[in-house]
């Protein structure tokens, strides 16, 4: 039996590697089937007892047993009792659709165009931009190197073996999915000053999702939305997808020009206002308690709503950060938008919505067409970090090295571009708002930077006959890499002046 041809081809066509971690049944398995695709092993071939092949391989038996119970599982082999293992390789039976008379050829390839017109959006034109550049200056984002990735593994395999689990995925209701929504108002009641329950509030996979969601239900097609001046472009893209008449708004060191508001719109004309809570974007500028304050008031005098995005609430550098306007709006004017998560590794953060329970009954039931399953591996993980207090604990971890990288970035800026730039060091966030002095073509400098492996994207570029400024991001690089950069930033403007 040893000498069998079956058995002398697997000593051939098998080969085990105990140095990786793939587990050696899916190893053999997976070998097993490549065998009967490429006709070695037939169909009706009995293939070795599980005794047998335990000896051909030097394996436990019941490696043996976990190989073909893999292959039964896969529909590659029957296993018979009391009469062995048999290949029972996949019929393909899906028939071809005949070509027509025209176009024969082509039948089996698949249409570069579609032959019917359907709507293009311009708004929504991909922004990104592809580079082979080394270096990267993005508008604000976070190291995901920071991520603790271990203690994710352990974290998100405990997640997973909760036996509630699969309860909640069967029966996805209300019930069950307040404990994660429980966790989170807590947690916002604690951070942010709030008093709200699980009814005031939503949990969505981004932020850009929660205004998504927010505009479908607030703003109809030429209702007019107020922004700052420059403001976000991926916002600006969302209100411009509904129809939206966006309307800028100066910004100066206190923040949006309330008084320009009232000078220059009437009652009831305007939809909603758009704010960064924390730091204007791009700008950084901070909203000042007294222009909140205003703000609130002639919300409520002119019948408009404000949408305060907080997207970088976790990044507070100096001081204690300042409560949302959403924590003391008593009149049911705010719709306050947040992220969690933001230490995390993007799949474990999570976007949020804040606002009256008659939006947010609402808002549910966009968000049970766009996203009826949700992740509830991520709700379960969520729940466990805010109830350990594991959020708060990494977040005040990452905010030491990213005040750290904020300090050396400006101390490279003072020692290259002290006489040809301008710049406020913020109090929290992941950008600096660098403006030059004389202005120069941002896109002459992008150009010149890209030629020393550097990549400015469009998006980060700020030029008008006021402005001549670049969001720069700096959470995504570490002390070494930015003095890279600034070292290359100053080679290329060095350039551009010369010219």
Same mark, same amino acid.
């Given at each position: 039996?040893?000498?069998?041809?079956?058995?002398?081809?697997?000593?051939?066509?098998?080969?085990?590697?105990?140095?990786?971690?793939?587990?050696?049944?899916?190893?053999?398995?997976?070998?097993?089937?490549?065998?009967?695709?490429?006709?070695?092993?037939?169909?009706?071939?009995?293939?070795?007892?599980?005794?047998?092949?335990?000896?051909?391989?030097?394996?436990?038996?019941?490696?043996?047993?976990?190989?073909?119970?893999?292959? $039964?599982?896969?529909?590659?082999? *029957?296993?018979?009792?009391?009469?062995?293992?048999?290949?029972?390789?996949? *019929?393909?039976?899906?028939?071809?659709?005949?070509?027509?008379?025209?176009?024969?050829?082509?039948?089996?390839?698949?249409?570069?165009?579609?032959?019917?017109?359907?709507?293009?959006?311009?708004?929504?034109?991909?922004?990104?931009?592809?580079?082979?550049?080394?270096?990267?200056?993005?508008?604000?984002?976070?190291?995901?190197?920071?991520?603790?990735?271990?203690?994710?593994?352990?974290?998100?395999?405990?997640?997973?073996?909760?036996?509630?689990?699969? /309860?909640?995925?069967?029966?996805?209701?209300?019930?069950?999915?307040?404990?994660?929504?429980?966790?989170?108002?807590?947690?916002?009641?604690?951070?942010?000053?709030?008093?709200? /329950?699980?009814?005031?509030?939503?949990?969505?996979?981004?932020?850009?999702?929660?205004?998504?969601?927010?505009?479908?239900?607030?703003?109809?097609?030429?209702?007019?939305?107020?922004?700052?001046?420059?403001?976000?472009?991926?916002?600006?893209?969302?209100?411009?997808?509904?129809?939206?008449?966006?309307?800028?708004?100066?910004?100066?060191?206190?923040?949006?020009?309330?008084?320009?508001?009232?000078?220059?719109?009437?009652?009831?004309?305007?939809?909603?206002?758009?704010?960064?809570?924390?730091?204007?974007?791009?700008?950084?500028?901070?909203?000042?308690?007294?222009?909140?304050?205003?703000?609130?008031?002639?919300?409520?005098?002119?019948?408009? $709503? +404000?949408?305060?995005?907080?997207?970088?609430?976790?990044?507070?550098?100096?001081?204690?950060?300042?409560?949302?306007?959403?924590?003391?709006?008593?009149?049911?004017?705010?719709?306050?938008?947040?992220?969690?998560?933001?230490?995390?590794?993007?799949?474990?953060?999570?976007?949020?919505?804040?606002?009256?329970?008659?939006?947010?009954?609402?808002?549910?039931?966009?968000?049970?067409?766009?996203?009826?399953?949700?992740?509830?591996?991520?709700?379960?993980?969520?729940? *466990?970090? +805010?109830?350990?207090?594991?959020?708060?604990?990494?977040?005040?971890?990452?905010?030491?090295?990213?005040?750290?990288?904020?300090?050396?970035?400006?101390?490279?800026?003072?020692?290259?571009?002290?006489?040809?730039?301008?710049?406020?060091?913020?109090?929290?966030?992941?950008?600096?708002?660098?403006?030059?002095?004389?202005?120069?073509?941002?896109?002459?400098?992008?150009?010149? $930077?890209?030629?020393?492996?550097?990549?400015?994207?469009?998006?980060?570029?700020?030029?008008?006959?006021?402005?001549?400024?670049?969001?720069?991001?700096?959470?995504?690089?570490?002390?070494?890499?930015?003095?890279?950069?600034? +070292?290359?930033?100053?080679?290329?403007?060095?350039?551009?002046?010369?010219?």
């Amino acid at each position: 039996m040893i000498d069998s041809p079956v058995n002398s081809l697997f000593k051939q066509l098998i080969s085990l590697d105990r140095s990786i971690p793939q587990p050696l049944y899916l190893q053999v398995s997976g070998q097993i089937v490549n065998a009967i695709q490429r006709g070695y092993l037939t169909k009706g071939t009995m293939l070795p007892g599980t005794r047998v092949l335990s000896e051909l391989l030097k394996v436990h038996r019941n490696t043996s047993v976990a190989i073909y119970e893999e292959l $039964a599982s896969q529909g590659w082999v *029957e296993i018979i009792p009391n009469k062995g293992t048999f290949v029972i390789e996949p *019929e393909h039976k899906t028939a071809k659709i005949k070509a027509t008379s025209q176009k024969i050829n082509e039948a089996y390839t698949y249409a570069k165009t579609t032959g019917f017109p359907f709507q293009k959006s311009f708004h929504l034109a991909s922004t990104v931009q592809l580079t082979n550049a080394k270096y990267t200056i993005n508008e604000g984002k976070p190291d995901l190197r920071l991520h603790p990735v271990h203690q994710f593994t352990r974290w998100y395999s405990a997640a997973m073996k909760r036996k509630t689990l699969i /309860n909640k995925w069967n029966r996805t209701d209300e019930f069950y999915n307040t404990v994660f929504q429980t966790q989170l108002c807590n947690y916002l009641n604690a951070t942010r000053g709030f008093h709200i /329950n699980p009814n005031n509030l939503i949990n969505t996979r981004s932020t850009e999702m929660s205004l998504y969601v927010v505009s479908q239900l607030l703003i109809k097609p030429n209702d007019i939305v107020l922004v700052g001046h420059l403001s976000n472009y991926a916002s600006n893209m969302i209100f411009q997808q509904v129809g939206a008449s966006i309307k800028t708004i100066p910004i100066d060191k206190d923040g949006l020009d309330i008084e320009y508001i009232k000078k220059h719109f009437v009652k009831h004309r305007i939809r909603c206002v758009y704010i960064c809570a924390h730091r204007d974007y791009p700008t950084v500028v901070t909203l000042s308690a007294e222009r909140r304050l205003q703000l609130l008031q002639l919300a409520k005098e002119y019948g408009f $709503a +404000i949408i305060e995005d907080d997207f970088d609430y976790d990044f507070q550098f100096e001081g204690s950060a300042m409560l949302p306007m959403a924590s003391s709006d008593a009149n049911g004017m705010v719709i306050y938008l947040g992220k969690l998560g933001q230490s995390l590794f993007p799949s474990f953060q999570t976007g949020f919505v804040v606002a009256p329970e008659n939006l947010i009954s609402e808002a549910k039931n966009y968000l049970e067409l766009l996203d009826k399953q949700g992740d509830l591996i991520q709700e379960q993980m969520l729940s *466990e970090l +805010i109830n350990e207090g594991e959020i708060y604990r990494l977040m005040k971890k990452n905010i030491v090295v990213y005040k750290k990288r904020r300090d050396f970035l400006c101390e490279l800026l003072a020692k290259y571009f002290l006489k040809t730039a301008q710049w406020e060091i913020p109090s929290g966030g992941l950008a600096i708002w660098l403006q030059f002095h004389p202005k120069i073509s941002l896109v002459k400098l992008a150009k010149e $930077a890209e030629k020393t492996d550097l990549h400015l994207p469009k998006t980060i570029l700020y030029q008008d006959k006021n402005t001549c400024a670049i969001r720069f991001g700096f959470g995504h690089l570490n002390e070494e890499e930015i003095e890279t950069v600034i +070292i290359k930033l100053k080679k290329a403007y060095d350039k551009v002046i010369l010219k």
